[in-house]
């Protein structure tokens, strides 16, 4: 059973910086997407960032290219996402995610929420102006 927990958010004022870390359990899929989606109130949930194992690639939103970073640790098995230079439009519940990928198959948009079966509880960040 995955489970995925996430940690490090919290309030802040625009300009700053959290790092959220999200530990991982329980895969046992060798090649699949981590990544990172947001949703504030009154609106959907967006792909923040992703990581797709199979080479280390990375993906961003346009909206934090340059300011956030993923990155993941695989001894501790844990995500992480750097969050820098922090905007009021950042602010949100934060998930961390997987989607397993079997035989080849690579989603053709790493954002896509429906690719991912595998999901955390949340951690809220708060970002003010």
């Known amino acids: 059973q995955v489970q995925l927990v996430e940690s490090g958010g919290g309030s802040v004022q625009a300009g700053g910086s959290l790092r959220l870390s999200c530990a991982a359990s329980?895969?046992?899929?060798?090649?699949?997407?981590i990544g990172w989606f947001r949703q504030a109130p009154g609106k959907e949930r967006e792909g923040v960032a992703a990581?797709?194992?199979?080479?280390?690639?990375?993906y961003y939103d346009d909206s934090v290219k340059g300011r956030f970073t993923i990155s993941q640790d695989n001894a501790k098995n844990t995500l992480y996402l750097q969050m820098n230079s922090l905007k009021p439009e950042d602010t949100g519940m934060y998930y961390c995610?997987?989607?397993?990928?079997?035989?080849?198959?690579?989603?053709?948009?790493?954002?896509?929420?429906?690719?991912?079966?595998?999901w955390g509880q949340g951690t809220q960040v708060t970002v003010s102006s």
């Open positions: 990581l797709y194992t199979a080479d280390g690639s990375t």
């Open positions: 329980g895969i046992t899929y060798s090649t699949y997407y």
């Open positions: 995610a997987a989607a397993r990928l079997y035989n080849g198959y690579v989603p053709a948009e790493w954002s896509a929420d429906n690719e991912y079966g595998d």
